[in-house]
């Protein structure tokens, strides 16, 4: 009788402890998820080219990169700088440079 307690209390105690595991491990997967989210396409690329099938199962993955990527850009705000190499490949064109000479209208989009 008392090695069925005993036994019991044990398997209990290992349960928990497995849970506890578990759920720390799952928010760290989380957090390296969410880091690499915020990082340069090229850095979140590398992470998710290694990443098994079934994190996308296991995680709130939509919910996640629609707020990592949210940006800190508002209606009305002056459009960050950039530059893009030309299709020709004979320099770069900035948006600093174009918007000093006339209006710049950005269009992003597909038209296929």
């Known amino acids: ?11 209990s105690k290992l349960v928990r402890r497995l849970g506890a595991a578990l759920a720390v491990t799952y928010l760290v997967f989380i957090a390296f998820i969410w880091w690499s989210m915020n990082q340069p396409p090229e850095t979140f690329g590398r992470v998710m080219s290694r990443m098994p099938g079934v ?9 996640m990169w629609t707020r990592a990527r949210a940006g800190q850009l508002q209606v009305g705000n002056a459009a960050p700088d950039f530059a893009l190499t030309k299709l020709d490949k004979s ?13 710049v209208v950005l269009v992003f989009g597909s038209y296929t």
């Open 55 to 63: 994190a996308y199962v296991l995680l709130p993955f939509e919910t």
């Open 91 to 103: 320099g770069t064109v900035q948006l600093s440079a174009l918007n000093t000479k006339q209006p």
């Open 1 to 11: 009788m008392l090695n069925a307690i005993m036994i019991r209390v044990f398997t």
